[in-house]
């Protein structure tokens, strides 16, 4: 059994509490079917889904020294590792999740995907037998 706290107020023409004070203890009886105890309120909703992340996309590498990067120069041009018809990786916590082509969408960057190396879902792929 789960206690319930029941408090009442009672309050004056403005609504402003005046006092509060302690009523009785109840007992909150759980359901009579044992399942609905445990069962989501709605089921399709995965609370991760309402979670807020950074996504990166990663354009290309390049390896410098620390004295050429403190010597470079505004309008110098640094060399990726990457062709400009491979594909951008895109991370999550620093972990290839998709990759796709970079566009430009108005006067913004954008990436139509193009792969999903990984499956993207909250289930767990089942195991090989």
Sequence with gaps: MNPVF???MTSNSTDTPQHAHRLELAEF???AD???????LVPTLHPLHQ???TLQVCVGAATV???ELLGAQAQQVILLDRSVDQP??????GQVVARGQLVAVGDRF??????LPLPLSLTT???AP
Excluded: C
């Design 6 to 8: 029941k408090y009442s």
């Design 65 to 67: 020294t620390v004295g």
């Design 110 to 115: 954008a990436v139509r995907l193009t792969e």
């Design 51 to 53: 979670v807020k992340t």
């Design 88 to 93: 951008v990786d895109l991370l999550l916590e």
């Design 125 to 127: 792929p089942a195991a």
């Design 29 to 31: 009886d759980h359901p």
């Design 34 to 40: 044992p399942d609905m105890a445990s069962s989501p």
